[in-house]
């Protein structure tokens, strides 16, 4: 028998941490399960070991840990959201989280997604805490979404959690299908246009410049131009295709490392429209995070502490970390949030808040404004994109339609 040390929340959020004497870790979390509890924390007395820890090391835990990353994930956003969205729905019904995902489990007939719950609920049945689950599978669950489920169960809160994450991904999921749907059409269009662009420019004007210039007729700049491109194209299409593949190499290998993507996500922050949505998006998620833990009585640092990871954009992550310093060393939560690129509007309600003692309430405010800020526009976005797009399209054939009259004309006058 070995000691584990745990720490787990009631369904009301009540904190408890104790220390219980079993097998495995396995059956030390069915044991602590069995009082009603969920797991926050499990891990074994130091000084003590299982057996259990000496099979992780073994050859055939590590071949099967290796074939699982090698074989990937078919699941895609869609996926994801289904799934958050059941799971909430279930705990939300009152269902641990175990019986909740055997329920899915039991559900899913594809065999590739029935063997990633099947996984899932295996490490969750061992012991582990179910954000430390949803980190090994980093191809369906971003750190980030794993960092907010972590903080749902330190907190006592994760049906809400669960339920505010449902209600995110679905809306960002379905402004991204409305997006490329309203795309589609001036896509098509904007290809097919390129496409007889090219056929035109090599099997078209070349014969009206041979033309041109027989008759000792200059030819128009758009000509000219779109002759120049088409033969650049012509004699360097190989090259300029290498350079291209390498480019976008080395530029996805540069933006993995993390001061890259800092640089990255902090260009993105301060790019007009697209900026301020994202801005919207991510501080909404953090106050709504925050809320919550505040509202089952965790301490503003520890909340602070909890949410840093919540956000995909490194940039605000580095503010949220600068929150935190800021309060330790005993500034006001709204005094150092307004050093950060977090909206004027939403620090202006938290202000408000702080200064009452309401702070969790108005969290919670601020977060539903953030929500209603990103709704409109992701709306303005999305109704923006295809006039552009058309717009694009009208200019490039203009520019085409330029390039092959104006040499017909210049052909008539010189005939005539």
């Known amino acids: 028998m070995s000691t584990f040390l745990y720490e787990a929340r009631s369904r009301s959020g009540e904190f408890f941490a104790g220390a219980v004497e079993a097998a495995d870790k396995r059956e030390a979390a069915g044991l602590i399960r069995r009082r009603g509890l969920w797991i926050a924390s499990l891990n074994l007395k130091e000084g003590e070991g299982t057996k259990e820890e000496e099979q992780q090391h073994s050859p055939q835990h590590i071949f099967a840990g290796l074939c699982q990353s090698i074989a990937g994930s078919a699941v895609g956003t869609k996926q994801r959201v289904v799934f958050i969205r059941q799971l909430a729905v279930l705990l939300q019904a009152g269902l641990p989280v175990h019986e909740a995902l055997q329920t899915l489990t039991r559900a899913e007939t594809r065999p590739h997604h ?31 979404l794993c960092a907010f489920v972590q903080a749902g169960e330190k907190s006592g809160a994760l049906t809400e959690i669960f339920m505010r994450l449902a209600d995110f991904e679905e809306h960002r999921y379905k402004s991204r299908e409305a997006l490329k749907s309203s795309l589609m059409y001036p896509v098509s ?30 030819l128009p700049w758009t000509t000219r131009l779109l002759l120049a491109g088409l033969s650049c194209l012509q004699e360097y299409g190989w090259q300029l295709l290498g350079i291209f593949l390498l480019l976008t190499l080395a530029l996805t290998v540069l933006f993995k490392k993390r001061q890259s993507r800092a640089v990255l996500d902090d ?26 833990m505040l509202t089952n009585g965790l301490p503003l640092l520890q909340a602070l502490k909890m949410a840093e990871p919540v956000p995909e954009n490194l940039a605000l992550q580095k503010d949220l970390h600068h929150v935190r310093r800021q309060v330790e060393q005993g500034q006001t939560f709204v005094g150092s949030l307004q050093q950060t690129r977090c909206p004027v509007l939403l620090t202006e309600l938290l202000a408000a808040g702080e200064a009452v003692g309401t702070l969790d309430l108005m969290l919670g405010k601020a977060a539903a404004f953030a929500d209603e800020a990103v709704r ?26 330029l390039s092959v009259m104006l040499p017909l004309l210049t052909t008539v006058d010189a005939l005539m």
Do not use: C, N
Not at 117 to 142: C, I, R, S, T
Not at 192 to 216: E, H, K, Y
Not at 377 to 392: K, N, Q, T, V, Y
């Open 114 to 144: 029935k063997r990633i719950l099947q996984d899932m609920l295996a490490g969750l049945m061992a012991g582990q805490p179910f954000y430390e689950v949803l980190q090994k599978q980093p191809h369906l669950f971003p750190a980030s």
């Open 189 to 218: 269009l904007l290809l097919a246009s390129l496409l007889a662009i090219v056929l035109m420019g090599v099997f078209v004007l070349p014969t009206f410049a041979v033309l041109l210039r027989d008759l000792q007729a200059e």
């Open 267 to 292: 260009l993105l922050l301060a790019l007009p429209f697209f900026g301020t949505l994202q801005q919207y998006a991510h501080w909404r998620l953090i106050f709504e995070l925050l809320s919550l």
């Open 376 to 401: 409109q526009r992701s709306a303005r976005l999305e109704a923006m994109a295809e006039p552009l797009m058309i717009f694009l399209v009208g200019g490039l054939v203009f520019f085409f339609v």
